[in-house]
């Protein structure tokens, strides 16, 4: 039989406004983990908060792991470039799913002032992501097909370089954020990343309104 999902989610699917709010999300993720990740892989501390209050302490004990600490690092930067990767972003959904679950966990456990906000959208979003590509998980509750096809959608050239600097911006400013690259590098980070997110969501607004979308295969 057909699940209580199905109905919704095919709904969902045929959306063009959500196809690009989960383009925004994977983007959004894989640009704040990449960079993240990979000061861990490099063998990095990961904040300067100090070992004395609990939150510290447990940085710095999986800081001391090494090999742990790294195996962390490489998990969220594979993870990152699964969900840039269309046809394996509902992996790396999946896998940033157990992720942020024990991020927030802990934040929650440890009183991590504020950041339990912050980690539980980001738990949030990535449910959304695998709600989004509900049909390639579907198989593991039933053997039923969907009644109908899950609907793909497409930008335009225009949307796609939007996106395409949108991302490349956010994870240069990440990147920053890191002290991998120069603070020098900020302001044009921001500028070009605003005014690429304000000229997609221009694009899409104007060729919704003018019935000019892509049609979905």
């Excluded at 904040?47 to 940085?59: D, K, L, R, Y």
Aim: proline share 6%; with cysteine; charged share 10%.
């Amino acid at each position: 039989m057909p699940t209580p999902l199905d109905r919704p989610f095919l709904w969902t699917r045929s959306q063009p406004f959500f196809y690009r709010f989960a383009l925004f999300t994977r983007v959004l993720l894989a640009a704040g983990f990449i960079p993240t990740g990979m000061v861990k892989l490099l063998g990095h501390r990961f904040t300067q908060i100090s070992p004395e209050v609990p939150i510290g302490a447990f940085f710095e004990a999986m800081y001391q792991t090494g090999l742990y600490w790294r195996f962390l690092g490489a998990t969220q930067v594979f993870a990152g470039l699964l969900l840039l990767w269309p046809r394996f972003a509902h992996l790396g959904a999946a896998i940033f799913l157990g992720v942020i679950l024990n991020i927030f966990v802990v934040t929650v456990s440890l009183s991590f002032r504020g950041t339990p906000i912050v980690t539980g959208l980001m738990l949030l979003a990535v449910i959304y992501l695998c709600v989004w590509d509900f049909h390639r998980f579907r198989p593991l509750l039933t053997e039923t097909p969907l009644l109908d096809d899950v609907r793909q959608h497409r930008l335009d050239r225009w949307e796609f370089a939007g996106f395409t600097l949108f991302g490349a911006s956010l994870v240069g400013f990440f990147f920053i954020t890191r002290g991998t690259l120069s603070n020098t590098l900020t302001i044009p980070c921001v500028a070009a990343g605003f005014g690429a997110g304000l000229f997609t969501l221009g694009r899409f607004v104007w060729v919704t309104m003018r019935g000019h979308l892509p049609r979905p295969a």
